[in-house]
């Protein structure tokens, strides 16, 4: 199959879904709204050409509720999925309902890990079968497959710890101000500097009240734009949040969540190493249109990076 000392593993996120932004490449506008009692069959997700994917998590997740300004997603409970390996063989024998594959969708720092790993090699297909089991619709129904690329050693730059170093624990807080209801994306840049390496291992974004809808979306890059994700991916999926929903649809039931929240931020697998004076681009838009008449108005969006400062020590 592969060695794995042969190759360097790099975070990465499949997107399928909407798109959203009106001309990414990666999502195609595979799903949108999917019908009450609809079924898919054999929706593709093309793997990219320049590297091999291993698929190591799925999640899934929709628009946020309309009739509330609550983090809602009651729809979700009626999503049944399968999908392919790399030779069109099915790891389900029939549909399975998501919420017996996953909690919360795997959303918020809960991606489902898979017990064994898939190897994608590349411009492999992923096949994907939907069914709506539900009465309502499935508004911007997204399948996330996360994983790594596996780029050959020396293809791409694989910044790591230097021989002998000093660490400590740091919090990069940053906030995107007046993050508008709709807009074009909004760019930043984080530049590790003042003499010291930032190692970046999980994120929370989003406020702490739980009044707005925030249906933000993130894309990550490296110094040379190289991204981290085949799309925007929804913060929900790539963060944790500060508050977490204050309950969760189960059938006709709202529960307390166990999972989501501050304990649990979206983790970066592999961690992402950068080095003094080395840039991190991140992305970011909002798409809260929807919402306007539960509040939806320009705000500020918070964000935190979990990681360490690395202090590099002489031999």
Known sequence: MFSPAEYQQRHWDYVLGPNQTGGSAGIGGAFGT??????LQGVPLQTDLDAPFLLRSIAARVQYDTTSSAHRQTNLNQLQIRFTGPAKNYFHQAFVPLNLLMPFGGQLGNPSPLQRQVWYPPQSTIYVDITNNGANALTNLTLYFRGV?????GVRPAWTYPPKIQTTPYTYNTTVKALAVQGPPVRSIFTATGGWDFVFRSIQAGPTFNNLTWEVFFRLYDSDLYPYSSDFVHMDMLAGNANGPATY???????TPVGPGPSLPGVFYPEIYLPTN??????MFRLDTAFVAQGAVAQDYPIQFFGAKIFRQSQ
């Open 34 to 39: 999917v019908a009450a009692n609809a079924v």
């Open 149 to 153: 690329k596996l780029f050959p050693k």
């Open 249 to 255: 649809p189960s059938g006709t039931s709202f529960l």
């Open 278 to 283: 080395a840039n991190l681009v991140y992305d």
